[in-house]
Structures are given as structure tokens and as C-alpha cells.
């Protein structure tokens, strides 16, 4: 039986991890309509593993015999002023989840809820990674400027992923 405090912060955790994919919808959404189809791509494939991440608590505090609550998510943000202000924005927002994971780690931590720990020990990773590749694409769009021709190659590239 999972742990109630434990139980509330994961319930908690599921609502960040599904706002998290509909700012990248939204995302999707700005650049779609910026004419930047590859960045559009990848920031759908951010949603699927956004609802994924969210997905993978929902079972896990079900397989623990605890009871999923889902809760309000907010309206997100839908108007940036370049790609490189976009990916910023992912940066800043990954950053925030990995703060917001590393909170429960230590949540699950005072509460001795061992099975919780080993279970985040996957969202720490993935945070590095998801970090990690938001910094990449950033630094890179930097590099390349704001000229027309870099950011479609860019887009070209976001397009493979
Ligand atoms: Fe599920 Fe991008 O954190």
C-alpha cells in the first residue's frame, strides 16, 4: 500500500507532467503556424512523452493500491517570438521539472517509501536527458542566428527526430 503523503505528491506530480504536454502542444501549435513542420514534429513527439511520463505514474499508484486523483491543468502559453524563444522556454520549463522530481524524491525519501524512490530513479534520468537535449537544440539555434536559412536547416533537422 503506498504511502498517503507519498500518494498525494505523485497525484500532485501527474498534473505537472500533463501540463507539461500540453505547453508542448501549444508549442506545436505556434510552430505549425510559423511554417516550422519540424519543430511542430518534435514538439508532438515531446506531448506523446510527456503523457507517457504521466502515464507511468497513473499505473504506478494504481499497481500500489493507492487511487489516482487527477487535478485542474493550466492553460499554457501559446505566443513566442522566435524558435530560439521557444526553446528557451523548453529549457527553462525541463529545468523546473527536474526541480519538481528531485522534491519528490526527497518526499518519498522522508517518508521511508523505498518502492517510490527506485520508481524515480528512471524520471532523474530522463530529466538528464530531457535537459540535455532542450540545452543542445538551444546552443545550436544560437550558433545558427535568426536568418531564414538557418532556422529552416534547423527545422529540417528537428524534423528527424
Ligand atoms: Fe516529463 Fe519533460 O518531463
Excluded: C
Excluded at 83 to 93: A, K, N
Excluded at 105 to 121: F, V
Aim: a negative charge; proline letters at 2%.
Amino acid at each position: 500500500m503506498i504511502n498517503k503523503t507519498v500518494e498525494i505528491a505523485i497525484n500532485d506530480h501527474i498534473k505537472h507532467e500533463l501540463y507539461s504536454a500540453y505547453l508542448y502542444l501549444s508549442m506545436s501549435a505556434w510552430a505549425e503556424s510559423n511554417n516550422l513542420p519540424g519543430a511542430a514534429h518534435w514538439l508532438q513527439a515531446q506531448f506523446n512523452e510527456e503523457q507517457g511520463h504521466a502515464l507511468k505514474l497513473f499505473h504506478y499508484v494504481n499497481e500500489q493500491g493507492g487511487r489516482v486523483t487527477l487535478q485542474a491543468i493550466s492553460q499554457p502559453p501559446g505566443e513566442w517570438t522566435s524558435l530560439l524563444d521557444l526553446f528557451q522556454q523548453v529549457l527553462e520549463h525541463e529545468k523546473k521539472v527536474t526541480a519538481l522530481i528531485n522534491r519528490l524524491y526527497e518526499a518519498a525519501a522522508q517518508e521511508k517509501d523505498y518502492a517510490t524512490q527506485i520508481m524515480l530513479q528512471w524520471f532523474i534520468s530522463e530529466q538528464v536527458e530531457e535537459e540535455q537535449s532542450a540545452a543542445q537544440i538551444v546552443e545550436t539555434l544560437k550558433m545558427v542566428g535568426n536568418a531564414g536559412h538557418a532556422v529552416v536547416m534547423m527545422d529540417r533537422h528537428l524534423a528527424a527526430r
